[in-house]
């Protein structure tokens, strides 16, 4: 199954199924909002009124997650690439909803900053409560997969050793455009990032040092996961600040994330209005 939240007239959102070139909408407002229904995949298989998926804008899949949890140095090409050790356990931070985005809305670039980094991401969202899980019950607690792009401050990252001032300025992170439900997703996906055209990252998901099985069960033995809740697994090698020289994106660059059987992430980076 495939899902997605529309932005409607009117100022109006709503959960919807995705059945080809249609977005079947359904009776709850958001793909957060339809996860934290106790029937949630029978009421998203409901009929509705159908709309053109061409025609349709798209939210951020999850528009306002409870929980937004990030793993750093999570793909054995990008720890390399950054001269580090592969880690014993997940490094994780946070990120907050005002960092959300649309799959094709605007990044808004900072004005305090001139590095701006791309990172493309595998985003698990969670379907069922879950704390200290084992592997099998953290697997079986995924309601899904998308795209996310954890687009980075660099140099407010690195003002300290902690990472979250670079990581949730607002207006900078797209994720979606689907919820892909796990029976129709192999962990076996080119993950790319295409900036102007030209390919800077390009790797598979195989590749994770922790997958999403283990994310979900070592997290949920820090906190309780609930549904709607997001976990993006971190970045592969490819990117502009590991680069020599560096590269980052600038007023009128166009990123392109895509993940193979995921669907793709189209924003244009532009300067605040």
Not at 76 to 96: C, Q, S, V, W
Not at 122 to 145: F, H, M, N, P, Q
Not at 166 to 192: M, N, R, S
Request: with cysteine; charged share 25%; net charge negative.
């Amino acid at each position: 199954m495939k899902l997605a939240t529309l932005r409607l007239p009117g100022g109006r959102t709503a959960a919807a199924r995705v059945e080809g070139e249609e977005a079947v909408e359904l009776p709850v407002a958001d793909v957060g909002a339809l996860l934290a229904r106790s029937d949630w995949r029978e009421t998203a298989a409901s009929n509705g009124t159908r709309h053109r998926l061409s025609e349709a804008d798209l939210d951020a899949v999850v528009p306002a997650p409870g929980k937004i949890v990030c793993v750093g140095l999570n793909y054995r090409n990008h720890i390399l690439e950054m001269g580090r050790d592969l880690p014993e356990y997940p490094t994780l931070f946070a990120k907050y909803p005002e960092a959300l985005i649309g799959p094709s809305d605007d990044i808004v670039l900072p004005k305090v900053s001139e590095a701006i980094d791309w990172e493309a991401e595998l985003a698990v969202v969670v379907g069922t409560k879950v704390r200290s899980a084992d592997r099998a019950t953290a697997e079986a607690a995924i309601a899904g997969y998308s795209v996310l792009n954890d687009v980075t401050v660099r140099d407010y990252q690195y003002r300290t050793k902690q990472w979250l001032q670079g990581k949730t300025f607002e207006a900078t992170t797209p994720f979606g455009p689907y919820l892909v439900t796990p029976d129709e997703f192999a962990l076996d996906a080119e993950i790319v990032t295409e900036v102007d055209g030209e390919v800077m990252q390009s790797s598979n998901v195989k590749d994770l040092v922790f997958d999403p099985a283990d994310l979900v069960a070592y997290i949920s033995e820090i906190l309780t996961l609930n549904p709607g809740d997001v976990i993006a697994t971190g970045t592969p090698g490819g990117v502009g600040h590991a680069r020599k020289p560096p590269r980052y994106l600038a007023a009128g660059s166009k990123m392109v994330t895509r993940i193979g059987g995921l669907g793709e992430l189209v924003n244009i980076a532009r300067e605040p209005s």
